[in-house]
Antibody
Framework: QVQLQESGPGLVKPSGTLSLTCHVS????????WTWIRQPPGKELEWIGY???????NYNPSLKSRLTLSIDRSKNQLSLNLRSVTAADTAMYYC???????????????WGQGTLVTVSA | DIQLTQSPSFLSASVGDRVSITCRAS??????LAWYQQKPGKAPQLLIY???TLQSGVPSRFSGSGSGTEFTLTISSLQPEDFAIYYC?????????FGQGTKVEIK
């Protein structure tokens, strides 16, 4: 059974860097499109971007200038770094597995439970 | 970016009712659309992918249809555990985008 677990600080100061990791168990991090999504409290979902073990990545243009996504195959985990954060970055952050066409038509078939990050002084 | 508009945004229904949620896209998606269910305090769960393919383990009362710019999620007989928020997501183009959500509540 594939499981994803996000971890990281729950509080980040404005202008600081938001850093999260997502550990994947039950599956190799090779293949698939390991994706981050966020959801501000009471609001809709926002796709952040994905990283692939091959080195390919794709970022939401609205975040691209501040964002780095990476994969550590040795630890079977993915990481998110978002720089120069503001209160607008306060959200529940989820990691998810983006499937292939054959497994789930590129949809997000496994999700972590999410981690709430608040940006505040 | 492709905009997805769900209707209605809020739906009040009774157990046993047949309910449908529509997702309209600002550009054609082919069949590259997914539906998710999110319960309070939980992560979304994949229900339907490629517009009409039921994800493994999802009850058969859920079905999806449509292509191009208009898609529908139907629950044939609403059960107590189905009261949740439903989101569509397009996986045709980057950046991926989600609809604003449809909240299904008990009448």
């Amino acid at each position: 059974q594939v499981q994803l677990q996000e971890s990281g600080p729950g509080l980040v100061k404005p202008s600081g860097t938001l850093s999260l990791t997502c550990h994947v168990s039950g599956d190799s991090i090779s293949n698939y499109y390991w994706t981050w999504i966020r959801q501000p409290p009471g609001k809709e979902l926002e796709w952040i971007g994905y990283a692939h073990y091959s080195g390919i990545s794709n970022y939401n243009p609205s975040l691209k200038s501040r964002l780095t996504l990476s994969i550590d195959r040795s630890k079977n985990q993915l990481s998110l770094n978002l720089r120069s954060v503001t209160a607008a970055d306060t959200a529940m952050y989820y990691c998810a597995r983006g499937g292939t066409f054959d497994t789930s038509g590129y949809s997000l078939d496994y999700w972590g439970q999410g981690t709430l990050v608040t940006v505040s002084a | 970016d492709i905009q997805l508009t769900q209707s209605p945004s809020f739906l009040s229904a009774s157990v046993g009712d047949r309910v449908s949620i529509t997702c309209r896209a600002s550009q054609g998606l082919g069949s590259y659309l997914a539906w998710y269910q999110q319960k309070p305090g939980k992560a979304p769960q994949l229900l339907i992918y490629l517009a009409s393919t039921l994800q493994s383990g999802v009850p058969s009362r859920f079905s999806g249809s449509g292509s191009g710019t208009e898609f529908t999620l139907t629950i044939s007989s609403l059960q107590p555990e189905d009261f949740a928020i439903y989101y569509c997501q397009q996986v045709n183009t980057y950046p991926r985008t989600f609809g604003q959500g449809t909240k299904v509540e008990i009448k």
